[in-house]
């Protein structure tokens, strides 16, 4: 029988308490992430030539920055440590998968069902300081009174497809890539996992810009945001070039 | 597909425990190095662009400033041209005026030496011919030439038709009906002088006188006196009349003739020795 979550291979225990390899993986990915951060920040060089982690970093963060001002408007800084934690954590989860013997978290249900539930407790929170508690509840009423109990439920299951979409497309490339290893053991697996890492990050991406955009609904922003975002990136150009 | 709540709470805690650890080791520091770049970076754009601006508005400054030299340059140009035009048109005239004193002066020294070469040429061409004629009348007739030239004085006195002569014998006239106390008071306007080179005896100013006084009648008073510059000859003076017969004529035609063949010759350089005037003509004696 396959294992299909490691959530279930528990390595330590004390009552409620328990280490299993969905913690124990997480915390890898955590420390691989923060040491490359560290590697790439330690030493950051104002000007030409960069380390190389400094240029990695820099690029990965300035297509995050770009996208975040692409949904959610010029308060980049205020949404880029949840935005990019979110990217940096399921990206590099499903990027490790090439090492042996690891489990990626995003295949837990419980890891991208608390990353949903971040969302779904983010959206409330960014829109309530964006437009105030009761602009956030007006968005619920709106065009109709009528549309309350559907864009409730929609809140739910929105949350619930966040993480049950990451959770079935990682889960279901580990049973792939496990059923074919045990039929054809050379060679296609190699291209499964190959595949599996563009999937892992197609994912990855897919859960940021939706959780970019029901940020930006919640709040409002999502309805004005692409003529003022064009605007306020034609200003910054303008400036730019003088 | 099970759901663990511990590790979803687990989770959601390590998810924010990353959050903060990027916060730290991420998105702060690279987020301040990218804007402090984008900001220095539009910084020298601006820069940039601000010290594009001053050097275009330098370069048409430049550009002004050197249109205006080649306008003052033009200027200083013909300028120039129409100083040295004029310093050279001064040098001209003052050359000019220089050659033209030294020519005149040139001329005025040549004109001095051809004066004082005629004068010396009519000296010696007297003496010389005065001394052929000497020579020559002496060897022919045996005679001498004071003696002739007397002669001729005397002949042509007493045989020219001279109005003015008359009119000196007309006026000697009015002293005849004069008392002699009156005649003698008016003695020197009476006076008729006879001139020679040479010194006449007694009997020839007997001669002489006696031609003089058949000629003018008894009034006239004689003086004679010796006059060396008269060269060979003899010469009567009265009443701001004068009669003579002497080579000085013959010189002074020679002396003409000498001026025009120095004359031709300037005229035609090379061919002044051809210029001489022809022999013969302008001697006669004039009276």
């Given at each position: ?242 | ?14 998810f924010v425990v990353l959050i903060m650890l990027l916060r730290h080791f991420l998105y702060g520091p690279i987020v301040r190095t990218m804007d402090a770049r984008e900001h220095h970076i539009t910084t020298e754009l601006d820069e940039a662009e601000l010290k594009n601006a001053e050097a275009r508005q330098e370069a048409a400054e430049l550009k002004r400033e050197r249109q205006e030299l080649e ?217």
């Open positions: 029988m396959i294992d299909i979550s490691p959530d279930t291979t528990v390595l330590w225990s004390w009552g409620p308490v328990h280490l299993n390899l969905t913690i124990v993986f997480t915390w890898l990915v955590m420390m691989v992430i923060v040491l490359s951060a560290w590697m790439a920040t330690r030493n950051l060089k104002f000007h030409p030539p960069l380390s190389r982690w400094q240029n990695i970093f820099e690029a990965v963060v300035t297509v995050i920055r770009n996208h975040i001002r692409d949904i959610l408007g010029p308060h980049i800084n205020r949404f880029l440590p949840f935005i990019g934690t979110l990217f940096f954590f399921i990206s590099f989860s499903n990027l490790l998968i090439v090492l042996p013997e690891y489990r990626a978290p995003t295949g837990s249900l419980s890891t991208t069902l608390a990353l949903s539930i971040c969302v779904f407790i983010a959206v409330p929170a960014y829109s309530i300081s964006e437009v105030g508690f009761r602009g956030y509840l007006k968005h619920f009423i709106e065009p109709s009174f009528l549309m309350l109990p559907m864009l409730l439920i929609t809140e739910v299951t929105r949350t619930m497809t966040l993480a049950v979409r990451l959770f079935g497309n990682i889960m279901s490339e580990s049973m792939i890539a496990a059923a074919i290893l045990s039929v054809v053991p050379f060679l296609l697996p190699v291209a499964t996992e190959a595949f599996g890492l563009l999937i892992g990050q197609i994912q990855a991406y897919i859960f940021v810009v939706l959780a970019s955009v029901y940020i930006a609904s919640a709040s409002g922003m999502g309805e004005i945001r692409p003529g003022r975002d064009r605007a306020i990136r034609s200003d910054n150009l303008s400036s730019k070039g003088g | 597909m099970t759901i663990d709540f511990f590790t979803i709470i687990a989770q959601i805690f390590n306008d003052r340059r033009g200027e200083f140009l013909s300028q120039a041209q129409a100083d040295a035009e004029k310093w050279r048109n001064d040098l001209l005239v003052q050359a000019r005026d220089e050659v033209e004193e030294r020519r005149a002066g040139w001329q005025d020294a040549i004109e001095r030496e051809k004066t004082g070469f005629l004068a010396n040429l009519k000296q010696r061409a007297g003496e010389q011919i005065y001394e052929i004629a000497q020579r020559v009348l002496g060897d022919l007739a045996n005679l001498d030439l004071e003696r002739h030239i007397i002669d001729s004085f005397i002949y042509r006195l007493e045989t020219m038709d001279d109005s003015g002569l008359d009119t000196v014998a007309a006026r000697l006239a009015r002293w005849q009906k004069m008392k002699p106390e009156e005649i003698e008071a008016t003695v020197l306007e009476r006076e008729a002088v006879i001139s020679t080179a040479f010194e006449i005896d007694a009997e020839t100013k007997g001669r002489i006188a006696a031609a003089v006084t058949k000629r003018l009648g008894q009034n006239v008073g004689l003086r004679f006196e010796e006059t060396p510059e008269l060269i060979c000859g003899i010469e009567l003076k009265t009443q701001g009349y004068k009669a003579a017969w002497s080579l000085q004529n013959y010189l002074e035609t020679l002396e003409e003739n000498l001026s025009l063949a120095f004359m031709s010759r300037e005229a035609e350089p090379g061919q002044g020795t051809e210029a001489e005037p022809a022999p013969g003509k302008e001697t006669e004696p004039r009276a």
